[in-house]
C-alpha cells in the first residue's frame, strides 16, 4: 500500500500561480511513478503529468504543456505540481497517485500508457484548485 495526501490548493485568480503537493509516508515511496490527476464538476478525471521514480522523465497531457510543471524531491518524499498562468477551466480537485508497476517504469522514458488511470492503484483524496476569473 502506498499511502498520498495532496495539499496546496485553494482559491486563486487567474493569472496566479499554485504549488501543489503530494506527500507520503510511505518508505518506498522514492520508487513509484507518480502521476497528477483532476476532475473538474460533471466531467470525468483525466491526466495532467507524471514524473518517473528519479524525477528523470516526465510526461504531460498536451493541455499542461507550457503551464504545468511537475518534480519530484524524495529526500522528502514529494511530488509537485507546479500551475502557473492560471485559468478558470483549471478548476477542478487534483488528485496524485502512484503507478505500483516500478520495474516497467524503471529505466527509460515514459510512455503515453503513464497517462491512462488504471495504471494508478493509490490514490490521495485529492486537494480543491479553484480560480476566479
Known amino acids: 500500500q502506498v499511502q498520498l495526501g495532496e495539499s496546496g490548493g485553494g482559491l486563486v485568480q487567474a493569472g496566479g500561480s499554485l504549488r501543489l503537493s503530494c506527500a507520503s509516508s510511505t518508505r518506498t515511496f522514492s520508487s513509484y511513478p507518480i502521476g497528477w490527476f483532476r476532475q473538474a464538476p460533471g466531467k470525468e478525471r483525466e491526466f495532467v503529468a507524471a514524473?518517473?521514480?528519479?524525477?528523470?522523465?516526465?510526461y504531460y497531457s498536451d493541455s499542461a504543456k507550457g503551464r504545468f510543471t511537475i518534480s519530484r524531491d524524495n529526500a522528502k518524499n514529494t511530488v509537485y505540481l507546479q500551475i502557473d498562468s492560471l485559468k478558470p477551466e483549471d478548476t477542478a480537485v487534483y488528485y496524485c497517485a502512484a503507478n505500483s508497476d516500478t520495474r516497467r517504469w524503471a529505466v527509460g522514458a515514459l510512455r503515453p500508457e503513464i497517462s491512462y488511470s488504471t495504471e494508478y492503484p493509490y490514490w490521495g483524496l485529492g486537494t480543491q484548485v479553484t480560480v476566479s476569473s
Open positions: 514524473i518517473n521514480w528519479n524525477g528523470g522523465s516526465t
